[in-house]
């Protein structure tokens, strides 16, 4: 009965999501209720390659520049929820004045900036259980993720379905002996993100095997013109977020772009200040109550003195993924197309499902700390939006 174990994992970390957030709208940051477990082997928390592969196939083939973004927002889910919200609460703003707006507001400069992108926004907000999943996975083992994109984007490759377009240049490079493949925007000043089916773009086949069946495979919409939104981008100081491939992938931050838009990214933390290129770090500040993966992240996030509250990985973690993604073709089943599963068996994905009743007691656990309790609206959020367990679910705005 592992997928029911899974099921109340995912229903007790959107219990967690809904009280991470105190009256008047701010977060509670950085203590748990009890320090973090750790086990004899860490290896046991961690994800296993194809799971991986499994968790990055909907962005694998994204520009570098915009999957660098995506990972490190996937680390602050609680953010994306908010953010998403806000984008839609204030949909008169758009352009520029919207993304400094955005940067008013206390967040991580990695969500600030995807309120230029609000598809991408929306997506990763409306499949929250794969957005943490990946969040956590990048923190415990951001060069087996980095690996586990190339490694699509292989396949992609091979399979004739990834090549360069009028919105993208894909260039296979050698990076610490690696064959690496490099995606970036054919015009530095616009990014484009690309829409596919991992169902079919991974997969050999006929179709594909020519640069106009390659473009049908993997569309593009419109093209976010950030060179107009961000001060000096992207043809001087390209984008904020970049990619280190290789032996020791990770995501890296060019701070020139950062101090050239301190308007937009006033509240940007000590990761995002300095000059030139820089390794990207998680701000814990940023983190809210989710539980981090396992012991050793949390602890290390927290200067190694424990505390922080961790949870492992659920262990169906490589078939959680956007829908229409790789999966089981019943999509009721278990471990079926992301956000599909409905009912009592979703309190996240289609915000449709119910908390389970043994939950009582750690609501009750967090409403000593000051938390909201359950029932009331999102601080903030419109008419008849906010939290309706039992059977309505995690509800940010009213759906």
């Not at 995807?114 to 991408?120: I, K, Q, Y």
């Not at 093209?223 to 995501?251: I, K, M, P, Q, T």
Request: glycine share 14%; proline share 7%; with cysteine.
């Amino acid at each position: 009965m592992s997928w029911l174990r899974d099921s109340l994992y995912f229903r007790r970390l959107a219990l967690i999501c809904a009280l991470a957030i105190a009256p008047g709208g701010a977060f509670l940051y950085g203590q748990s209720l009890q320090p973090a477990p750790t086990t004899g082997n860490q290896q046991q928390d961690l994800v296993n390659p194809q799971q991986l592969e499994s968790l990055v196939a909907p962005i694998a083939l994204y520009p570098d520049a915009m999957l660098a973004q995506v990972l490190a927002a996937s680390t602050y889910p609680l953010q994306i929820v908010t953010a998403d919200r806000w984008v839609q609460q204030n949909s008169n703003l758009n352009g520029k004045a919207l993304v400094e707006a955005a940067g008013g507001q206390d967040w991580d400069p990695s969500i600030q900036a995807l309120v230029a992108f609000p598809t991408v926004l929306q997506m990763m907000d409306q499949n929250l259980e794969w957005t943490t999943a990946l969040g956590n996975a990048f923190l415990a083992q951001q060069a087996d993720v980095m690996a586990a994109v190339q490694r699509m984007r292989m396949k992609a490759e091979q399979a004739g379905k990834l090549q360069s377009t009028p919105q993208q240049k894909v260039e296979n490079e050698t990076v610490d002996g690696q064959s690496t493949i490099v995606i970036e925007s054919a015009d530095p000043y616009v990014i484009y993100v690309p829409t596919y089916s991992t169902t079919y773009v991974y997969e050999s086949g006929s179709s594909g095997s020519n640069s106009a069946e390659a473009a049908a495979v993997i569309s593009f919409g419109l093209g976010v013109a950030v060179g107009e939104l961000f001060n000096d981008c992207c043809g001087g100081y390209r984008w904020g977020w970049g990619c280190r491939w290789g032996h020791y992938g990770s995501v890296t931050v060019n701070n020139y772009f950062f101090n050239n838009n301190g308007n937009t990214f006033a509240n940007r933390g000590n990761n995002y200040r300095g000059n030139g290129q820089a390794a990207w770090n998680h701000n814990p500040q940023y983190r809210g109550a989710v539980p981090y993966p396992n012991g050793d992240v949390a602890n290390r996030f927290n200067g190694g003195q424990g505390g922080l509250r961790a949870m492992p990985q659920p262990s169906n973690v490589g078939n959680l993924r956007p829908p229409g993604s790789l999966g089981s073709a019943n999509p009721a089943a278990p471990g079926g197309r992301w956000g599909e599963w409905g009912g009592a068996n979703s309190a996240v994905g289609n915000r449709g499902g119910a908390f389970p009743a043994n939950d009582a007691g750690q609501a009750r656990a967090f409403s000593d700390r000051g938390a909201r309790s359950l029932g009331g609206g999102f601080p903030g959020g419109p008419s008849g939006g906010g939290f309706h367990p039992p059977g309505g679910g995690f509800h940010p705005r009213g759906r």
